[in-house]
């Protein structure tokens, strides 16, 4: 959009986020990620949510990703325009999606490497009997 209207290359978002944490009425933790674009959305409306909870099969071990988007576009009466604007949106937001679903499970395996080896240091620490109590 920026090479036909002009513009900068950044992109500005609102972003809400929302935790639930478990407790005895709510055993199920949730963090929720609700934005909406502010750049160019008097042309284009983004909505997207983020959801992260336990995976049912298995909550102690993985987390279940959930991602949904609104994308529409506002140019008046122009419907062929306003379809194609709103194709290449999603299929731009999908390219993102899968940019940043990567980019997350990549630092979330970096942060399992880092808490296993701090992990296994104090391990050895309380076999060596070096443990502080």
């Given at each position: 959009m920026t090479s036909i209207l002009g513009g900068s290359e950044v992109s500005h978002v609102y972003e809400v986020s929302y935790v639930r944490p478990a407790s005895s009425t709510n055993p199920t933790p949730q963090v929720k990620l609700t934005s909406f674009n502010l750049?160019?959305?008097?042309?284009?409306?983004?909505?997207?949510?983020?959801?992260?909870s336990p995976s049912p099969?298995?909550?102690?071990?993985?987390?279940r990703f959930e991602q949904h988007a609104s994308i529409t576009a506002l140019c008046g009466g122009w419907q062929r325009i306003?379809?194609?604007?709103?194709?290449?949106?999603?299929?731009?937001?999908g390219q993102n999606a899968e940019k940043?679903?990567?980019?997350?499970e990549?630092?979330?395996?970096?942060?399992?490497?880092?808490?296993?080896?701090?992990?296994?240091?104090?391990?050895?620490?309380?076999w060596r009997g070096e443990a502080k109590v």
């Open positions: 750049t160019f959305n008097d042309l284009i409306q983004v909505r997207e949510t983020v959801t992260y099969a298995d909550p102690l071990g993985k987390t306003r379809e194609k604007i709103e194709a290449f949106t999603v299929e731009r937001f940043g679903r990567l980019g997350f990549a630092v979330l395996e970096m942060s399992r490497r880092a808490f296993s080896e701090e992990r296994e240091k104090e391990r050895k620490k309380i």
